[in-house]
């Protein structure tokens, strides 16, 4: 004849408890708690300026509620079609064309075996990373100039592409990739050193050969964190860099150059219309939640892959 005992339920410890256990853990949680929150959700406060008609004297409560005046006005911007597809379609060029170089890139990098040349060629491939948009812009002007410059010394031309309204998307993308493309690589090439070597080994054993084992073992590998850095480059979208659609700009390209952010900046802080540039923002904002959402829905149906 067998007993059976039943098992001894172990009582679990209140929240209270758990946090005298382990307070210095919940302390150094703290601190950035404390700074999200001040940095972070504080500033938030001053999103009501979007609906109010703003007078410093007054201050941000004190100013008269003005509803949706301010959005309605920048939907109704004589120009404002023109910059909202300008801001899409500059964003979407560089991410169709941007975002698989970084990929492109590091699967090359990682079949180098020479560690000298590949250290070289990460060495250069970062570099523009860390030269400043306002330099980036003046070597474009140099290298762009029709006196002079250097793709018109190649080509055989005389033309000034900084004016020519069809260029200018092609120049900003352009000089994106090769500004961040090599900087890119680094969390691609960081996830494909983490890979078991004993798979390549086995692969090699079958016989597989370079571009079998980047399909079937690197690229299955990368595939999560290439739909992370989709979804973090899907959700913003609307936010086109100021500084070089800025700097790059003139008179005659603004047909393709003249986008949201600068409407900001001329709206908002040349002209002091503070309620319209946060109205504007708030509107940005808001379409890059939208598409985080949608994209990571799709993420999640195609990819078997969800991060928000």
Known sequence: MTSSVAPRRVKQKGLGQRIADHWQLYVLLLIPV????????????????????????????????????WFERFFRAPNFDRMLWNTVK??????????????????????????KLKRTVQTVIYAPHFISTMVICGMLRIF????????????????????????????????????????????????????????YEAAKVDGASVFQRILRIDIPCLLPMIILQL??????????????????????????????????YEQGIVSARYELGTAVGLFNTAINIVLLVIVNRIAKKFGDVNFV
Do not use: H
Not at 60 to 68: A, E, L
Not at 92 to 112: D, E, R, T
Not at 232 to 259: C, H, P
């Open 231 to 264: 979804i973090m480059s899907a959700s913003g979208i609307m936010n086109v860099g100021f500084e070089k659609a800025y700097l790059l700009q003139t008179d005659l390209n603004r047909a393709t150059s003249d986008i949201i952010a600068i409407y900001v």
């Open 34 to 69: 404390v700074i999200t929150v001040v940095y972070k959700y504080g500033p938030m406060y001053g999103i009501q300026i979007a609906f109010r008609n703003y007078n410093p004297g007054l201050g941000i409560t004190g100013s008269p509620w003005v509803g949706w005046k």
């Open 144 to 199: 762009l100039s029709p006196s002079g410059g250097l793709i018109n010394l190649i080509a055989g031309t005389k033309i000034d592409f900084l004016t020519e309204s069809s260029a200018f998307r092609t120049i900003y993308v352009a000089s994106g990739i090769w500004q961040e493309a090599g900087w890119g690589t680094i969390i691609y090439l960081a996830t494909l050193s983490s890979i078991d070597t004993s798979l």
């Open 90 to 115: 500059l964003s979407l060029y560089s991410l169709l064309w941007g975002f698989p170089v970084p990929i492109i890139l590091s699967l090359v990098l990682n079949q180098l075996r020479f560690q």
